[in-house]
């Protein structure tokens, strides 16, 4: 189905493993963006992507790595999970000059015990 | 740096009309929008606005724009209770690139 996928749904880790959030969207949009939700501080940027094999840093990145080998799929890896990573994670995608282009995945629930 | 704004909470009785509102940072943005977030729900683009108008109607929702204050604020008509939830004002920046920058959402609970 057409859309934006994004998994696990649900994830409980222990602090210091390393987890992948994957997000996959099938229309060949250019941008793709992670944020994070916690209460207090609505959605907050970690890190997005221009396209294949380019990404920048947002507002929080400290802590994750992303990768875009391919259009469609970005990947956020936490390296050694910590408590305070523990979050709602969303994926979006969007093409650049669409105003009504930015659309979500359902998010992942992570929580890091 | 600055945020974007927004009052936290805002309660109506069904069939008034709500007025959540919303200070953004940077008056050249191009577009702003609105999201709303059911519980346990990803985010739905409810609507936006480009920055050359000063309002858009769409059904019971309308969109007011004040771009010398930086202003923006959403109607919401004959409110129901399936209308109960966060909603998000949302920018891009200038130096943002083409991200998304959010304010941190007003939850509207609507009684019967």
């Known amino acids: 189905d057409a859309g934006i996928t994004q998994s696990p749904r649900y994830k409980i880790t222990e602090t210091g493993r390393q987890v992948t959030l994957m997000c996959h969207q099938t229309?060949?949009?250019?941008?793709m963006f992670w944020y994070r939700q916690d209460l207090g501080h609505g959605l907050r940027l970690i890190y997005y992507s221009a396209a294949a094999d380019i990404t920048d840093k947002g507002e929080v990145p400290d802590g994750y790595v992303v990768s875009r080998s391919k259009t469609e799929n970005f990947p956020l890896t936490l390296e050694s999970a910590t408590r305070s990573q523990t979050s709602v994670y969303f994926c979006?995608?969007?093409?650049?000059?669409?105003?009504?282009?930015?659309?979500f995945g359902s998010g992942t629930r992570l929580t890091v015990v | 740096g600055e945020d974007v704004e927004q009052s936290l909470f805002l309660s109506v009785r069904e069939g008034d009309s709500s007025v959540i509102n919303c200070t953004y940072t940077?008056?050249?943005?191009?577009?702003l929008y609105w999201y709303k977030q059911e519980p346990g729900a990803g985010l739905q683009l409810l609507t936006y606005i480009f920055s050359n108008m000063d309002m858009k109607q769409d059904q019971r929702l309308t969109v007011l724009l004040n771009k010398k204050d930086k202003h923006l604020s959403l109607r919401i008509a004959d409110t129901q209770t399936g209308d109960s939830a966060i909603y998000f004002c949302a920018e891009i920046p200038n130096q943002a690139g083409t991200a998304l920058i959010f304010g941190k959402g007003t939850t509207l609970s609507v009684s019967s």
């Open positions: 979006a995608s969007s093409d650049p000059g669409q105003g009504d282009g930015y659309t």
């Open positions: 940077d008056s050249s943005s191009t577009y």
């Open positions: 229309w060949s949009h250019s941008y």
